[in-house]
Every structure is written in structure tokens, then in C-alpha cells.
């Protein structure tokens, strides 16, 4: 990511993490390609799906949120989280690695995802979860309903609403975790 | 499901704000403290005679290594607890075993051999091990569900590092009953029993700090 580019990317967050959620949906979208391309480029063949990892950096971006010092240049924050979950996919998967973090400089973002018809790991951790929230995130997520439609819905609270899909995306990162 | 589809649920709990790491370290350090303060004056309670304790070097200076560990620790835990957090504050904590070096030359230079000895050994080298650790526990619990409100990338090291903080924090309590004052007795037998809390802490770590 070049000077300026990580510039950009730390003010977009910045802004974002001050309650701009079209800002957040923007960094998040940017994370993406860049820890696609991170992760394309250290994956040979076979054992470890590239969106699988960019997923699982996505919801730790997200639950993390609050490590990053806004004061800080958002890449090595942004990079170590995707190498951390990186390396606890190869292991998952079985394999030891070292993944050398100097080679980020000249990384490439990949904006497109390659899509399989298998569920990813994401998913998978979903349809694990407590009837209640899984109901609520998969409305949210995979159905592309609001808040207030899924409140509507299910016949909840919009509060009950939030605190299930908060806890949903917990749990989900959760199940990553104890594997 | 489609990474669009979840990059949609993210944004949609983006209103639920985390608590920022500063609050999540303070209410930490202060629960630890109370734990360890609890447990310390139903235990132990100062020593009878810290009135005029208080007017000795050594006394006092147990207190400055105790609290110099607990301190850079706390700086070292800070920075573990956060991806690409800047590591090598953990360095400070050297300041420590330094000053402590530093200390034992200087008792040595002024003791008689055989007192050096005698004063080492202290009367209460058991008590000491076994408190330190005991009045230690709270802290680390309180210290190791700080770091998983963080998200420390070596979880393991930063386990043991909220160990050493505990082991800081216990042994400043602890210190205000010990009547062993020595430098050497220190360096010895605190240290065994604060390493013990990192060793306790790095297996933590290890099991609990995983995000």
C-alpha cells in the first residue's frame, strides 16, 4: 500500500469508527482486496480457501475495531490481524509456516472474489449458532434485510434485534477460535 | 455466504460500539487492585512495625522495584494487547532486574558475608513464595480478561507479560508485611514467585486470549 494510499485508507477509517456507517462499509470493502491479495499471494495450491481468511480478518477488523490508535497508520495494524488469522488458517489446516511480513509493501489488492458453491467457513459457523441469532444474522447478512425488517420479521425489538446480531458475530468469531 | 453479504452485517453492528482499550486496562488494573487488596488485609495485613519501617532504604526500596515492574509491565501488556502494537516497550522491563542487580552489589559492598547469608535466607521464604503467587491470581484473571477484550498476536507472551504485572502488583502488597528487607531476599524469592504468575499467565494466554 503506497504512503499515500495508507493515508487515505487510515482517514477512511477514522472517519468511519466517528459513526459514518457508509464509511465503514467503504474501509471494510478496501480491507478486503487488500487482505484478498495479501492472502492470494501466500496460498499455494489447495488446503486454505483465500475468502475464507479474508472473511474471518473481515470480522476481526470489525470486533477489533477498538485496537487500532487512530493516531497510527492503519497497514501494519490492518496486515498483522490478516497474517494472525492467515497463520491460524494454516494450522487449521495443518501445515507450519512463517509468513514474512516485509513483503506486504508490494502487495497487490484483488478486488473480486472468487466464488465457490461450497458454504465458507463463515457460514459454517453460522448454521452452528443458537436458533435466535442465527435467525437474526442470516436476515441481516445472507437475506440483505435492515434492522428494522428484520424486526419486523421475526417479530422483535429493533434493540433485540441489534444485541442478537452483535452476539451472532461474536459467537461466529468464536467458533474460529476453539477449532 | 458472500463477503458483500457480511461486509452488510458488519456495517449494521457498527453502532455497537467496544469499549475503548484504556477503559477495558483501567477497570482491569482497578479490579485486580481490589481483589489483591482484599485478599491482602484479611490475610496478611501490613507488618506491625511499618511505621517506623517506612524510615529504612531497603524497605522503601522494595516498593520501587515492586512498583517499577508492575508499571513497565502495565506499558509492555498495553502494547501486547494490540495487533502491531510496538513491542519493544516491552524492553522497560529490564529496568528491573537492573535495579535490582544494582541493589544486591551495594548490600553486598556493606553486609558481613555470613549476614548476607543469614538475611537471604529470611525467616519467611516460604510465605513469601506462597503469597505472592495467592495474592497474585486476582490480577491476572482481572489482566488476562483485558487482553481478550484486546487482540494480542502472540497471546502466549502477552499472558505472560499480564502475569509479571500481577506478580508486580501482588508483591507491592506483599511487601508492605514482609519483614525480609534484603535486596537478595528480594531478588530471589520475589522473582520465583512472580515467575510463577508468568508462567501461570502464558498458559493463560495461551488458552484464553484467543480472538
Known sequence: ?179 | MRTDRLIEALKADAAVKPAPMSRAWLMAGLAGAAIAAALFFAMLGPRPDIGTAMHSMRFLFKFAATLLLLATALVALAALGRPAGDRRRAWLMLAVPALLAAAVVVDMAVMPADAMRERWMGSNMMLCLGSIPLLGLGPLAAFLLGLRHGAPTRPTLAGAVAGLAAGGLAATFYAAHCTDDSPLFVASWYTLGIAMLALLGALGGRLLARW
Open chain 1, 1 to 179: 500500500m503506497g504512503g499515500s494510499d495508507e493515508a487515505e485508507l487510515s482517514r477512511l477509517l477514522r472517519v468511519a469508527l466517528g459513526g459514518d456507517e457508509k464509511a465503514y462499509a467503504d474501509f471494510l470493502h478496501r480491507a478486503a482486496a487488500l487482505v484478498r491479495g495479501y492472502v492470494r499471494r501466500r496460498v499455494g495450491q489447495g488446503g486454505i480457501d483465500p475468502e475464507d481468511v479474508v472473511q474471518e480478518t473481515l470480522l476481526a477488523l470489525h470486533l477489533k475495531r477498538h485496537t487500532w490508535r487512530t493516531d497510527a497508520p492503519v497497514g501494519p495494524w490492518l496486515y498483522a490481524i490478516a497474517r494472525f488469522k492467515l497463520i491460524d488458517a494454516f494450522r487449521r489446516a495443518g501445515r507450519r509456516i512463517t509468513v514474512d511480513l516485509d513483503a506486504v509493501s508490494d502487495t497487490l489488492a484483488s478486488p473480486e472474489a472468487e466464488e465457490t458453491a461450497s458454504p465458507r467457513d463463515v457460514e459454517r459457523a453460522l448454521a452452528s449458532l443458537a436458533p435466535g441469532q442465527q435467525a437474526v444474522v442470516r436476515s441481516i447478512s445472507v437475506d440483505g434485510n435492515s434492522i428494522a425488517e428484520t424486526a419486523g420479521r421475526l417479530g422483535m425489538q429493533e434493540t433485540a434485534v441489534r444485541v442478537a446480531l452483535h452476539r451472532g458475530l461474536a459467537a461466529i468469531a468464536r467458533k474460529f477460535g476453539s477449532d
